[in-house]
């Protein structure tokens, strides 16, 4: 197949910056409270995979429909709870990682939170072992919940720091 498009210019420097700091501050303060949680005789995990490709979002692309708040926040919420359910409810890991993905990213479509990451949320609530599988439907609350309200927040703090109202975030909330 011959590719006709050429590839988009770099991103300035400065969005490049912004970009970087909301991601290192995100991913830091979710790990941060996944530590001090530790701490205090609650173990649970509080930094997931997923949560990287959120941040690629989130930081990197904040105007994208996919990085808005409802998308964010609500697409791993709905992804975590049908991918807790798909587990306890499939044996079969391959089975029940398909389904738990496929029927996630159907979810997001219908409720309008379609958020990329989600499906590895819905994924790792199936294949993230045993310490994942623990935590049950505590998994939606304790990391998910927590962690993309984390990712949101610091969205909204470094995104509107910027000079640059391209950059303003959120584009909308519900």
């Known amino acids: 197949m011959k590719a006709t498009g050429t590839c988009p210019p770099r991103k300035p420097v400065s969005k490049i910056i912004w970009s970087l700091a909301g991601a290192f501050l995100g991913i830091y303060l979710v790990a941060l409270l996944g530590n001090y949680i530790e701490r205090i005789g609650i173990h649970s995990i509080f930094l997931i995979g997923s949560f990287g490709a959120s941040a690629v979002l989130v930081y990197g692309a904040p105007m994208a429909d996919f990085s808005q708040p409802r998308n964010i926040v609500g697409g791993h919420v709905i992804s975590a709870m049908v991918g807790v359910t798909i587990c306890l409810l499939v044996r079969d890991p391959a089975l029940a990682s398909a389904t738990a993905v496929s029927l996630a990213v159907a979810a997001m479509h219908f409720t309008r939170t379609l958020h990329p990451p989600g499906g590895a949320t819905a994924l790792i609530a199936v294949i993230g072992g045993e310490s994942i599988h623990k935590l049950g439907y505590g998994y939606v609350?304790?990391?998910?919940?927590?962690?993309?309200?984390?990712?949101?927040?610091?969205a909204l703090l470094v995104n509107n720091l910027s000079g640059n109202p391209k950059r303003h975030y959120p584009?909308?909330?519900?």
């Open 141 to 154: 609350l304790f990391p998910v919940l927590a962690g993309a309200i984390i990712m949101m927040l610091v």
């Open 171 to 174: 584009v909308y909330w519900l």
